[in-house]
């Protein structure tokens, strides 16, 4: 864990951070003192109440970007965004995703290839804006998010597998070009996560078979984590404040699960 305020004067961009895990990990990294620059599709004027009350609550500045990641030049406008209004970035998580559910033989080639540029490409590209002054500051930490589908299979889900599986050999490649320097790179592997997708999942099958909501959680997460609970935000959250402390000096390119067990199956 690091101390309060052991961020402060960095500077952090967080995309598809205007909820669910993102916004746990912008919100624990402005509890450190960063300043943060959240993302995302939404209207800005309905995100700046959330801003505002970041700002408040923990005396940081923070602000917000609206971009379409499809978009290469979205992404590099985002990055210039995030300098701009915060300064050089010391701190970036690459956490928006999209995904489709379908088999591959239905799969649309264009969700195909927005996944690709979403999950991949939009990373690998801020990725390469934010290093030269990452090495000027002496300070980095980037942070890719994967998921246990970039390490086991499942079906109707080829985009995500592949992006995901996809994100851990960038990781790699990332930590290896940075190795010896002052920034570094890791790929955190959330199991399942109670964001709102899966909530709404679970009310879904609250509806069709009658079941509670503790039921709904258990016939959910069935065969994946052992600890039969979703994983808290706050532990993945928690994971990246660790790496962005001295204790992560001397680690780089780990791909660090946090899965309830899944993966000891």
Same mark, same amino acid.
């Given at each position: 864990?690091?101390?309060?305020?052991?961020?402060?004067?960095?500077?952090?961009?967080?995309?598809?951070?205007?909820?669910?895990?993102?916004?746990?990990?912008? +919100?624990?990294?402005?509890?450190?003192?960063?300043?943060?620059?959240?993302?995302?599709?939404?209207?800005?004027?309905?995100?700046?109440?959330?801003?505002?009350?970041?700002?408040?609550?923990?005396?940081? +500045?923070?602000?917000?970007?609206?971009?379409?990641?499809?978009? &290469?030049?979205?992404? +590099?406008?985002?990055?210039?965004?995030?300098?701009?209004?915060?300064?050089?970035?010391?701190?970036?998580?690459?956490?928006?995703?999209?995904?489709?559910?379908?088999?591959?033989?239905?799969?649309?080639?264009?969700?195909?290839?927005?996944?690709?540029?979403?999950?991949?490409?939009?990373?690998?590209?801020?990725?390469?804006?934010?290093? &030269?002054?990452?090495?000027?500051?002496?300070?980095?930490?980037?942070?890719?998010?994967?998921?246990?589908?970039?390490?086991?299979?499942?079906?109707?889900?080829?985009?995500?597998?592949?992006?995901?599986?996809?994100?851990?050999?960038?990781?790699?490649?990332?930590?290896?070009?940075?190795?010896?320097?002052?920034?570094?790179?890791?790929?955190?592997?959330?199991?399942?996560?109670?964001?709102?997708?899966?909530?709404?999942?679970?009310?879904?099958?609250?509806?069709?078979?009658?079941?509670?909501?503790?039921?709904?959680?258990?016939?959910?997460?069935?065969?994946?984590?052992?600890?039969?609970?979703?994983?808290?935000?706050?532990?993945?959250?928690?994971?990246?404040?660790?790496?962005?402390?001295?204790?992560?000096?001397?680690?780089?390119?780990?791909?660090?699960?946090?899965?309830?067990?899944?993966?000891? +199956?």
């Amino acid at each position: 864990m690091t101390d309060v305020r052991s961020l402060a004067g960095r500077n952090a961009l967080i995309t598809g951070s205007v909820g669910g895990l993102g916004l746990a990990m912008a +919100r624990k990294l402005a509890s450190a003192g960063a300043n943060i620059v959240l993302h995302g599709l939404d209207d800005p004027e309905m995100i700046k109440p959330l801003g505002q009350a970041i700002e408040d609550e923990f005396g940081v +500045r923070a602000a917000y970007c609206r971009a379409d990641l499809r978009e &290469p030049s979205a992404v +590099r406008a985002m990055v210039q965004y995030s300098g701009e209004t915060i300064g050089p970035v010391h701190i970036l998580i690459n956490n928006a995703v999209v995904r489709h559910f379908a088999c591959i033989e239905d799969f649309p080639i264009e969700r195909w290839n927005e996944a690709l540029a979403v999950n991949v490409t939009a990373a690998f590209l801020a990725t390469q804006m934010v290093l &030269p002054g990452m090495r000027d500051a002496q300070y980095g930490r980037i942070f890719n998010m994967t998921s246990v589908y970039g390490y086991r299979g499942t079906v109707n889900r080829v985009d995500y597998v592949t992006t995901k599986t996809a994100i851990q050999g960038l990781t790699r490649a990332i930590a290896l070009e940075t190795a010896g320097g002052p920034v570094t790179c890791h790929a955190l592997m959330p199991g399942s996560v109670l964001t709102p997708l899966w909530s709404d999942r679970l009310d879904q099958m609250m509806t069709e078979e009658g079941l509670t909501r503790p039921e709904a959680e258990v016939r959910f997460l069935d065969g994946k984590q052992p600890s039969g609970r979703f994983v808290d935000t706050d532990s993945v959250a928690d994971v990246l404040m660790l790496l962005c402390g001295p204790a992560g000096t001397d680690m780089n390119g780990a791909i660090l699960p946090i899965e309830g067990g899944w993966l000891a +199956r």
